[in-house]
T-cell receptor, first 111, second 111 residues
Framework: ETGVTQSPTHLIKTRGQQVTLRCSSQ?????VSWYQQALGQGPQFIFQ???????GRGNFPPRFSGLQFPNYSSELNVNALELDDSALYLC??????????FGPGTRLTVL | GQQVMQIPQYQHVQEGEDFTTYCNSS?????IQWYKQRPGGHPVFLIQ?????EVKKQKRLTFQFGEAKKNSSLHITATQTTDVGTYFC???????????FGKGTKLSVIP
């Protein structure tokens, strides 16, 4: 196991609602990256946080936002949920430009 | 934005046969990482390649990074049923820590 934990494991929401997903990084890692993985696809980069600052963002709308806390844990917030937001959300902790240690993911279903 | 193409999308092999997946980019890469995701699991880091022409081996797995740093391959010799899963390459460009993943190659091994 990687030592990266995510909560919750599963979540069901309806369109228009808001959701917060949480990630605890592996001890010592100062970087957290979030990915969206649709069924049968590769992980799509949402954004990365390094020492509490956003350090890069993928092609996702502003309703996807995040935070990193002083202990390097992180949150992903998604507002105004859409059906297409249904996916596995993965966080990965690392040092910058190094191997990424993925958590087990949160399976989000939007109805 | 950066795109990474991975082929083939699926590969079915008899146990004991070899397997190769390829990853291609139109732009020069800073580094490339390979991950394995078992069904229902999360991506697990296998290797990182940084140098032009680099070749690394892990038991039956051989990883190569092209001379132009635009392509990479993962070769498995004498596949076993434990090799089943989806293999992803993740690439980052110069000056970016963002990992762009390919769509993956799903490997099935027939006993």
């Amino acid at each position: 196991e990687t030592g990266v934990t995510q909560s919750p494991t599963h979540l069901i929401k309806t369109r228009g609602q808001q959701v917060t997903l949480r990630c605890s990084s592996q001890s010592g890692h100062n970087t957290v990256s979030w990915y969206q993985q649709a069924l049968g696809q590769g992980p799509q980069f949402i954004f990365q946080y390094y020492r509490e600052e956003e350090n890069g963002r993928g092609n996702f709308p502003p309703r996807f936002s995040g935070l990193q806390f002083p202990n390097y844990s992180s949150e992903l917030n998604v507002n105004a949920l859409e059906l297409d937001d249904s996916a596995l959300y993965l966080c990965a902790s690392s040092f910058p430009d190094n191997e990424q240690f993925f958590g087990p993911g949160t399976r989000l279903t939007v109805l | 934005g950066q795109q990474v193409m991975q082929i083939p999308q699926y590969q079915h092999v008899q146990e004991g046969e070899d397997f190769t997946t390829y990853c291609n980019s139109s732009t020069t890469l800073s580094n490339i990482q390979w991950y394995k995701q078992r069904p229902g699991g999360h991506p697990v880091f296998l290797i990182q390649l940084v140098k032009s022409g680099e070749v690394k081996k892990q038991k039956r797995l051989t990883f190569q990074f092209g001379e132009a740093k635009k392509n990479s391959s993962l070769h498995i010799t004498a596949t076993q049923t434990t090799d089943v899963g989806t293999y992803f390459c993740g690439a980052s460009g110069a000056g970016s820590y963002q990992l762009t993943f390919g769509k993956g190659t799903k490997l099935s091994v027939i006993p």
